[in-house]
């Protein structure tokens, strides 16, 4: 990397340590992960750090549970982007629309695919649970890698 990555048309802030939120729009942030020890953590307390943000500085409610869901989709699918893509992952959190906006980039460009359900099956289930919490999900391809994108409503 060059230092300054791109992601969504908005510039990211060089990874220290684990993750650091560039300056973005009140209601729009994109944090840098470089897969060290507490990053997966650190991109879930991040984004508790973001809704608490859209709540008290926008005035947008933000129901327990939302925000719980929240980090349980950016939990799986930033963990997914770590195990299976080589290099940075960038993790790009907005509200539109009344919903949060969870969007995972990698270098990955393989689409990830959900499998059948089977009860016997230990492990790789976290696609599984984030189609069966959100809203809207999208997957695709970009130049380089892919971006997985979640829409998780704020009310409901």
């Given amino acids: 990397m060059n230092g300054v ?20 729009a009140p209601a729009d942030a994109t944090i840098a992960l470089d897969g060290a020890d507490g990053c997966i953590a650190d991109a879930r307390t991040r984004t508790a750090e973001f809704l608490s943000h859209a709540e008290s500085e926008q005035g947008l409610p933000v129901p327990a549970r939302t925000r719980e869901l929240a980090q349980l989709v950016v939990s799986e699918l930033v963990t997914n982007a770590l195990k299976y893509a080589p290099g940075p992952v960038l993790l790009r ?37 984030v189609l069966a919490v959100v809203q ?5 391809r970009e130049s380089v890698g892919k971006r997985v994108t979640a829409r998780l409503a704020l009310f409901g």
């Fill in 136 to 140: 809207g999900f999208e997957a695709r």
């Fill in 93 to 129: 959190l907005g509200v539109a629309g009344g919903a949060v906006e969870i969007e995972v980039w990698d270098t990955d460009p393989t689409l990830p695919l959900a499998r059948t359900t089977d009860a016997g099956r230990v492990g790789q289930h976290g696609l599984e649970i």
């Fill in 5 to 24: 990555s791109r992601f969504a048309g908005r510039e990211s802030v060089p990874a220290e340590e684990c993750c650091r939120t560039a300056d973005a």
